[in-house]
């Protein structure tokens, strides 16, 4: 039976980092647009973005350097699933969905992002926080002001997976923590804010279906849900 509400999956990942708040380590696959193989890289959760006309819409986020690889990637096949194990509650979350990477307005894959708003699929997360008017770049900010210096000084190296010039020395000249910057702030590190900031992006991924796996319990119990064209959730129990 479909339903509008808050989706069961979503209220089970809720409560389960409820009780352990820091099981946020996710693995996230793309598809490589040479080649058809998967790369997967772990994510940290960074939180729902809930569009208020439909909680029914849970929008995942987490947080990239938009100079990786898998930028390309996902703009060549949005496609893209999150393994989440949880293991507390000995839980497991495969979420399928689309994916968008939101980066500075000023940075030129900016237009994309764009683009997969106005193209997205009605009744769905980012189709609604459209018309709901969401400021992403406000939010963007937000998340990055939220997140520690030294995760911030991670975005002012050069690009990630580009040969390391100088080796280890060379690494050793980059910033390990970065701060924002006062009014009377020197040169350096206003440039240094501005850099990280400028290479900060979301990515978030629209759920489109959801396995569910429970087991904690015995038997051990597996749901798949999947969205309808109205923006509401069907679910059947399948097999573990």
Same mark, same amino acid.
């Not at 987490?62 to 509650?89: C, F, L, M, Y």
């Not at 000995?90 to 500075?104: K, L, N, V």
């Not at 937000?142 to 030294?150: G, L, P, T």
């Given at each position: 039976?479909?339903?509008?509400?808050?989706?069961?999956?979503?209220?089970?990942?809720?409560?389960?980092?409820?009780?352990?708040?820091?099981?946020?380590?996710?693995?996230?696959?793309?598809?490589?647009?040479?080649?058809?193989?998967?790369?997967?890289?772990?994510?940290?959760?960074?939180?729902?973005?809930?569009?208020?006309?439909?909680?029914?819409?849970?929008?995942?986020?987490?947080?990239?350097?938009?100079?990786?690889?898998?930028?390309?990637?996902?703009?060549?096949?949005?496609?893209?699933?999150?393994?989440?194990?949880?293991?507390?509650?000995?839980?497991?979350?495969?979420?399928?969905?689309?994916?968008?990477? +939101?980066?500075? #307005? !000023?940075?030129?894959?900016?237009?994309?992002?764009?683009? /997969?708003?106005?193209? *997205?699929?009605? %009744?769905? =997360?980012?189709?609604?926080?459209?018309?709901?008017?969401?400021?992403?770049?406000?939010?963007?900010?937000?998340?990055?002001?939220?997140?520690?210096?030294?995760?911030?000084?991670?975005?002012?190296?050069?690009?990630?997976?580009?040969?390391?010039?100088?080796?280890?020395?060379?690494?050793?000249?980059?910033?390990?923590? +970065?701060?924002? #910057? !006062?009014?009377?702030?020197?040169?350096?590190?206003?440039? /240094?804010?501005?850099? *990280?900031?400028? %290479?900060? =992006?979301?990515?978030?991924?629209?759920?489109?279906?959801?396995?569910?796996?429970?087991?904690?319990?015995?038997?051990?119990?597996?749901?798949?849900?999947?969205?309808?064209?109205?923006?509401?959730?069907?679910?059947?129990?399948?097999?573990?």
């Amino acid at each position: 039976m479909a339903t509008s509400a808050v989706p069961r999956w979503k209220t089970a990942i809720t409560n389960a980092l409820a009780e352990h708040e820091k099981a946020t380590v996710v693995q996230l696959a793309s598809i490589d647009p040479t080649a058809p193989v998967p790369h997967v890289r772990s994510h940290i959760f960074r939180e729902f973005i809930i569009p208020k006309s439909k909680p029914s819409l849970p929008l995942f986020l987490t947080t990239t350097d938009i100079r990786t690889p898998k930028t390309a990637q996902i703009i060549s096949n949005p496609h893209v699933q999150v393994a989440w194990w949880i293991e507390g509650t000995q839980e497991q979350f495969r979420i399928s969905g689309t994916a968008s990477a +939101i980066p500075a #307005p !000023t940075n030129g894959l900016y237009k994309q992002f764009l683009h /997969n708003v106005k193209h *997205a699929v009605p %009744n769905s =997360a980012i189709a609604t926080l459209k018309d709901e008017n969401f400021d992403w770049e406000a939010k963007r900010k937000e998340s990055f002001k939220n997140m520690s210096a030294h995760m911030k000084a991670s975005w002012c190296r050069p690009t990630p997976g580009s040969p390391l010039e100088g080796g280890e020395e060379e690494a050793k000249k980059w910033p390990v923590r +970065i701060e924002e #910057p !006062t009014e009377d702030a020197d040169e350096e590190v206003k440039r /240094n804010w501005e850099t *990280a900031l400028e %290479n900060f =992006a979301l990515l978030v991924v629209d759920p489109t279906d959801v396995d569910y796996v429970e087991l904690g319990v015995i038997p051990n119990r597996r749901t798949r849900f999947w969205r309808t064209s109205d923006g509401s959730w069907d679910s059947e129990v399948i097999v573990p």
